[in-house]
């Protein structure tokens, strides 16, 4: 029961290179969401999507694209990476909605960008 | 509106002490207020949550009191242990077609031996 993965768990990259977060989950979950963490911010929403095809903006979507061509499957893609990009990334996935609206995070991917 | 304030950022208690988290929303289509905690270098996971039909729910040594009318929601770690010890961030949610949550910004909770 591998449930919710991401990789690479750890990732160092430099300015203005292109870097792909990969998330994937095995409960085939409607809903998956991709967060960034920070001191002092807690966590902010950056793309979810409600399924395959399927993907809006969260609240600082700026810097990143999504994609999502599978259900299990929701990549991050920061196409030129900036410093102010390093974080903690979490994937999570969610049920379908009217149902619980409990969400499942993945162990996260910290990115440093220099 | 979509915004979840929550205090202290940080909190030390004592071993066997209460350690309450407080947080309050802005909109009242909210209709989902979870609780999750989060340990050193893993990710968050849902802890406890509750719906706006009842005031309090408890499980264990935590309980989630809710306030309607304050727009206010708290948690409460009874006879907390220092395996407690971890970052907790409340959240609010539901009242439409999606399953986003808002988190509020985390408290660091430390409780001593």
């Known amino acids: 029961d591998a449930g919710i993965t991401q990789s690479p768990r750890y990732k160092i990259t430099e300015t203005g290179r292109q870097v792909t977060l990969m998330c994937h989950q095995t409960w085939s979950h409607s809903y998956m969401f991709w967060y960034r963490q920070d001191l002092g911010h807690g966590l902010r929403l950056i793309y979810y999507s409600a399924a395959a095809d399927i993907t809006d903006k969260g609240e600082v979507p700026d810097g990143y694209v999504v994609s999502r061509s ?10 030129s990476a900036t ?9 999570a996935s969610s049920k379908s909605p009217g149902g619980s609206y409990e969400q499942y995070f993945g162990p996260g991917t910290r990115l440093t960008v220099t | 509106q979509q915004q979840v304030k929550q205090s202290p950022q940080s909190l030390i208690v004592q071993k066997g002490g209460i350690s309450i ?33 009842v005031s309090e729910k408890k499980e264990g040594r935590f309980t989630i009191s809710f306030n309607k009318s304050a727009k206010q929601f708290s948690l409460h770690i009874m006879d907390s242990q220092p395996g407690d010890s971890a970052t907790y961030f409340c959240a609010a949610g539901g009242g439409g ?8 910004t985390g408290t660091l909770l430390a409780v001593q031996p």
């Open chain 2, 21 to 53: 988290i407080n947080c309050a929303y802005e909109n009242t289509a909210f209709d989902y207020f979870p609780w999750y905690q989060q340990f050193p270098g893993k990710g968050p996971a849902l802890l406890i949550a509750i719906r706006p039909d």
């Open chain 1, 70 to 79: 599978k259900t299990e499957n929701f990549p991050l893609t920061l196409e």
């Open chain 1, 83 to 91: 410093r102010s990009q390093t974080s903690v990334y979490f994937c």
């Open chain 2, 97 to 104: 077609a999606t399953n986003k949550l808002i988190f509020g």
